[in-house]
Nanobody
Framework: VQLQASGGGLVQPGGSLRLTCEAS????????MAWFRQAPGKEREFVAA????????IYADSVRYRFTNSKDNAKNTVMMQMGSLKPEDTAVYYC????????????????????WGQGTQVTVSS
């Protein structure tokens, strides 16, 4: 499967953006899907993930209640609606897939994901 992330851009603090990750070439609902981000000079960190079977996504504490992760099996797409954006949300955002299920405790671990999109830049600045 190949991943194409889009939707990044420049937004003012408090604003919103919607990221999209489109998958091609695989059986979409067989994958655990996640978002990670990497800010300049920092390590890549977990943002959100959704199970292969669906259900409630999990979130990093830093984005909980501000970001909403969802997937559309019919469109082979994962979306992340980001609201109340802060300057500290500035980063390159990556979508990542793992074939099959993974225990919830491991969903935050980037080593669990073998398929990565190219990243999309999100900049939050006034």
């Amino acid at each position: 499967v190949q991943l194409q992330a889009s939707g990044g851009g420049l937004v003012q603090p408090g604003g919103s953006l919607r990221l999209t990750c489109e998958a091609s070439g695989g059986t979409f609902n067989m994958y655990t899907m996640a978002w990670f981000r990497q800010a300049p000079g920092k390590e890549r960190e977990f943002v959100a993930a959704v199970r292969r079977s669906g259900g409630s996504p999990i979130y990093a504490d830093s984005v909980r209640y501000r970001f909403t992760n969802s997937k559309d099996n019919a469109k082979n797409t994962v979306m992340m609606q980001m609201g109340s954006l802060k300057p500290e949300d500035t980063a390159v955002y990556y979508c990542a897939f793992r074939y099959g299920a993974v225990v919830v405790s491991a969903m935050r671990d980037e080593q669990q994901y073998s398929i990565w999109g190219q990243g999309t830049q999100v900049t939050v600045s006034s």
